[in-house]
């Protein structure tokens, strides 16, 4: 039983355009969720995170929108460069329980 | 070094056979985790330490499975009678409290032949 769902196991994109990511989550007592990065043979480095008591937050070209009614976040980079591509992990925690994560998708940012 | 570091970065092990794999753990950060990914999925959860104690293994999937933090650094996982599908990346993470932002080394990866 998935409780946090990415359903697209891959987006391409062409460079400059706007990249969207999709997260949805079942467990209501998720209250912060993460966007992790992850290239070829390394770990997961972090990338934007967001409490439940926002809607969204933003860093640079990375921002995420948190829907609670709907139980689902999305991560927009905009513009979407080369380096962007790489395997993109959405993950969500609940009070002080370890990160939950979702299988991924895939960014291809094609120039 | 400032960030996780995980040793070995690659182990090829027979089946049946024990193997241990080492995470330092950011100076300081309190809470370590254990994660496992098989090809084509996310980091799946194994166990979380908070300082020297287990306070959740529920991830773990069989008592094949045991990790240790003794003093509060540096964690081992533990694989006895390791079998085929125990193949996977093992990555390690860790934070400054419980939940929250956590900070992966670039894992180990298990090979059983």
């Known amino acids: 039983d998935q409780q946090v769902k990415q359903n697209s196991p891959s987006l391409s994109v062409q460079e400059g355009r706007i990249s969207i990511l999709n997260c949805d989550y079942t467990?209501?007592?998720?209250?912060?969720f993460l966007w992790y990065k992850k290239y070829p043979a390394e770990g997961p480095t972090f990338l934007i995170s967001?409490?439940?008591?926002?809607d969204k937050n933003e860093d640079g070209r990375f921002t995420v929108f948190l829907n609670k009614s709907a139980k689902h976040l999305s991560l927009h980079i905009v513009p979407s460069q080369p380096g962007d591509s790489a395997v993109y992990f959405c993950?969500?925690?609940?009070?002080?329980?370890?990160?939950?994560f979702g299988k991924g998708t895939r960014l291809s940012v094609i120039a | 070094g400032a960030g996780v570091s995980q040793t070995p970065s690659n182990k090829v092990t027979e089946k049946g056979k024990y193997v241990e794999l080492r995470c330092d753990p950011i100076?300081?950060?309190?809470?370590l985790y254990w994660y496992r990914q098989s090809l084509g999925q996310g980091p799946e959860f194994l166990i979380y330490?908070?300082?020297?104690?287990?306070?959740?293994d529920s991830g773990l999937p069989n008592d094949r499975f045991f990790a240790v933090r003794p003093e509060g650094s540096v964690s081992t996982l533990k694989i006895q009678r390791t079998e085929r599908g125990d193949s996977a990346v093992y990555l390690c993470?860790?934070?400054?409290?419980?939940?929250?932002?956590?900070?992966f080394g670039q894992g180990t990866r298990l090979t059983v032949v």
């Open positions: 993470a860790s934070s400054l409290g419980q939940g929250g932002r956590a900070f």
């Open positions: 467990n209501s007592m998720f209250d912060y």
């Open positions: 967001i409490s439940s008591i926002k």
């Open positions: 993950a969500a925690s609940g009070g002080n329980t370890p990160l939950v």
């Open positions: 100076s300081g950060h309190t809470a």
């Open positions: 330490f908070q300082g020297t104690g287990a306070a959740d």
